[in-house]
């Protein structure tokens, strides 16, 4: 089973920062097998990212997702008042799918 | 407008068994593979069980292989879960979500579409809690 590392657990930002989220996998993930995620208290999550860099219909592009080597990046260029929530990533190259743990981004 | 309602949870008794459901409606539902993930109170979300678009394939989590059963039906764009042997630790909200399978192993199971959009829909969830 991959595991999904994300870090850091929690970011404290102000609206109008950039925020930027990392998830590290335990065995190779291929880019075209990593999604993330947002969740806001009480909703389900929402795909924003698929395919490592692929925005999910709807997504404003102040989010975006990158990787280098093993190392999967989600990055936020202004934080609206709407995007602090949680993060997840998720890989689907190998089942069991797994998912990270969860970056909180809370406001400053 | 794709939309996916659970419904069936409740409060159940450790080794009782419940029957989770999702209705689905605005996509071709005999077309798509669907899912269940769980989330338990505060914690973050766990993959439990897939099912091919037409039902003759079904994969499980290991914490629930055995117990849960995934099942579908698409004269009725529904998706179902069924749970037995309830622990404890299956207390969790359980979401139904929509992904799209490239084919079926039989050595290593499902394979998800390369590119694909992963788990693009979801429900908003029903809540599973097992307590005496």
């Known amino acids: 089973e991959i595991v999904l590392t994300q870090s850091p657990g929690t970011l404290s930002l102000s609206p109008g920062e950039r925020a930027t989220l990392s998830c590290r996998a335990s065995?190779?993930?291929?880019?075209?097998?990593l999604a993330w995620y947002q969740q806001k208290p009480g909703q389900a999550p929402r795909l924003l990212i698929y395919?490592?860099?692929s925005r999910a219909a709807d997504i404003p592009d102040r989010f975006s997702g990158s990787e280098s080597g093993a190392d999967f990046t989600l990055t936020i260029s202004r934080l609206e008042p709407e995007d602090f929530a949680v993060y997840y990533c998720?890989?689907?190259?190998?089942?069991?799918?797994?998912f990270g743990q969860g970056t909180k981004v809370e406001i400053k | 407008q794709v939309q996916l309602v659970e419904s069936g949870g409740g409060v159940v008794q450790p080794g009782r068994s419940l029957r989770l459901s999702c209705a689905a409606s605005?996509?071709?539902?005999?077309?798509?593979?669907m899912n269940w993930v769980r989330q338990a109170p505060g914690k973050g979300l766990e993959w439990v069980a897939v099912?091919?678009?037409?039902?003759?394939?079904?994969f499980y989590s290991d914490s629930v292989k055995g117990r849960f059963t995934i099942s579908r039906d698409n004269s009725n764009d529904t998706l179902h879960l069924q749970t037995s042997s309830l622990r404890p630790e299956d207390t969790a909200v359980y979401y139904c979500?929509?992904?799209?399978?490239?084919?079926?192993?039989?050595?290593?199971?499902?394979?998800?579409?390369?590119?694909?959009?992963?788990?693009?829909?979801w429900g908003q969830g029903t809540l599973v809690t097992v307590s005496s």
């Open positions: 979500a929509r992904s799209e399978l490239a084919g079926w192993s039989a050595r290593s199971g499902p394979r998800m579409l390369r590119g694909g959009k992963a788990f693009d829909h």
């Open positions: 605005g996509f071709t539902f005999n077309t798509y593979a």
């Open positions: 099912i091919s678009y037409d039902g003759s394939n079904k």
């Open positions: 065995q190779s993930v291929s880019s075209g097998y």
């Open positions: 395919a490592a860099s």
């Open positions: 998720q890989q689907y190259d190998s089942s069991p799918w797994t």
